[in-house]
């Protein structure tokens, strides 16, 4: 008999030669248990099980993982004082002049989040950021200015 007049049953379902599914053993008395009967053992550590983009999240997953089992309050990131200070500068420079309300409208923001911005007390938030750069020309990065380009 060659392998064309053999039949291959998959699924649980099937009687007769079907292998026994994998099953997800918890605890250490289970693992214990199914080592000491023979039964095949792997194991395996999961990190973001269960969360499909996880995959995608990379260190800041880990992150925040480190940040939800600590106790204490871990304070979130502020704008960085220099960048703040260049804002602040560079929409009062000359040929920038303009007011708070100004720039949060060329940006498609409220004024209150460009006072914020401006006095180093907002989150960070980078969308914001690199708008108001745009806007005036300067590094989200550094906040030094911008050579032109012609």
């Known amino acids: 008999m060659d392998d064309w007049d053999t039949v291959t049953k998959i699924g649980s379902k099937t009687k007769g030669g079907a292998s026994q599914r994998e099953t997800v053993v918890r605890g250490n008395a289970a693992l214990n248990a199914a080592q000491r009967s023979g039964q095949i053992v792997a194991t395996e550590k999961k990190f973001a099980a269960g969360n499909a983009s996880a995959k995608n999240t990379g260190v800041e997953g880990q992150r925040l993982t480190k940040v939800d089992r600590s106790d204490d309050i871990v304070a979130p990131q502020k704008l960085d004082t220099k960048i703040a200070e260049a804002i602040k500068n560079r929409r009062a420079a000359e040929g920038f002049k303009m007011t708070q309300a100004q720039l949060a409208q060329k940006v498609n923001a ?14 960070k938030n980078q969308a914001l950021l690199n708008k108001v750069a745009r806007v005036l020309k300067i590094s989200p990065k550094t906040g030094e200015p911008l050579p032109d380009r012609h």
Request: proline residues 0%; glycine residues 8%.
């Open 110 to 123: 409220q004024a209150n989040d460009i006072k914020l911005l401006e006095s180093g007390t907002a989150i």
